[in-house]
């Protein structure tokens, strides 16, 4: 199933081509439209803008006491369970079993609150890089006519790549990136794309 990465930079490819064939129709008769062409790799684009560094790492934060109590409880949970397997075999029947009792409540109490934590931070997630990527894509509609641009195409990567070849002189991921921080107030970050995965 393609993420919402893909779909979103598939689908801006799509409206930048057909803007394009609008352009190159109404382009006066019997002279050619002067093309050109760029690349961008736009959930890069989108990732490496300071604002995507800043809403990450918020959300890092906003995750943290979560993943503090659960790292506590899974230190419960395997003391527990090397507490079973050493004192097991010494321990009365009744003791041992509620033993066992309280562990398997606390594994599926990690189990649950851990499945919470994944949906709830991947949930917040695509919501930020769908925000951040709409932003991004309408940035493109003036960014691109304003450089000359007469279509810009989604590259892909290069393990799932959308367009097979393409000169890297064509590329203005990094021009974009730029651009749309220095629109936004804030400098190019420095350090590399967030560390969030994209998507799903």
Known sequence: MKS???????????????????????????????????????????????????????????????QTQLQILSNEVDTLQKDLQTNGQTLSESVRATRERTLSEKQRQLQRQADDLKTDS?????????????????????????????????RGSDSNPIVWYADKNLDITSDVIKAYDAQAGTPAAAKPAASAPAPK
């Open 122 to 154: 991947t949930s917040e997630s695509q919501q930020i890089y769908a925000r951040l990527a709409q932003k991004l894509y309408a940035f493109l509609q003036t960014y691109v006519p304003k450089h000359g641009y007469t279509m810009v195409v989604e």
């Open 4 to 66: 919402i990465a893909t779909l979103f930079s598939m689908a801006a490819a799509s409206l930048l081509a057909a803007s394009t064939a609008i352009a190159c129709a109404q382009a006066a008769p019997g002279q050619p439209a002067a093309l050109k062409v760029a690349t961008i790799t736009f959930n890069t684009a989108v990732l490496s803008t300071v604002e995507a560094h800043q809403a990450f790492d918020a959300l890092k934060t906003q995750f943290t006491p979560r």
